[in-house]
């Protein structure tokens, strides 16, 4: 579990957790000593901590929404969250599956066109000039599959990256 609070979703502002009593007023941290009404905590977005213009930031130490929570880590795990990240995180890792799955298979065609132009060059009777086009031919879709199998890796670290991202 994250101490830190996420930016916020509409514009990167900073959010923080505010200490409260159990009907949401706000106290400082030294009301932990004899909480006389409970203790609750709540996200605060204000206008001094948020983007040139955030359509959810609230007027100075204004609570967020009007939910209290039981616990610090609640209040955390509330704001995190982000349904979207997961729906992205979803599509993302199901990409991630079909690009190593392409590049499997493209290994694995490789394979073949060498073994496939290793064979014509073991030919001891001499190689045809249809021959020596067709290996031509294969050796060009070797390095054009090497080519994409490289460019789906980058791809691969990109969605890597975005993933770590989203968390």
């Known amino acids: 579990m994250t101490e830190k609070l996420r930016p916020c979703p509409f514009c990167g502002g ?8 159990s009907e949401g007023n706000g106290k400082s941290e030294s009301y932990l000593e004899n909480p006389y009404s409970g203790v609750g905590y709540v996200i605060v977005h204000d206008l001094s901590n948020s983007g040139d213009y955030c359509p959810i930031a609230t007027d100075y130490d204004v609570v967020q929404g009007g939910n209290i929570y ?5 209040a955390i795990n509330a704001w995190n969250r982000r349904d ?7 599509r993302i890792e199901s990409t991630i599956d079909i690009i190593n799955e392409e590049i499997e298979v493209e290994k694995k065609q490789i394979k073949n066109y060498r073994n496939v132009i290793r064979t014509h060059l ?7 000039e249809w021959h020596n086009d067709q290996i031509s031919y294969m050796n060009d879709i070797v390095n054009r599959k090497a080519l994409t199998i490289t460019l789906k890796e980058q791809i691969l670290n990109d969605l890597k990256w975005i993933m770590e991202g989203l968390r």
Do not use: H, P, V
């Open 14 to 21: 900073e959010a923080k957790i505010q200490l409260t009593d």
């Open 70 to 74: 039981a616990s610090k880590e609640a």
């Open 84 to 90: 979207c990240n997961d729906i992205a995180e979803s």
């Open 122 to 128: 073991d030919r001891s009777d001499g190689l045809s």
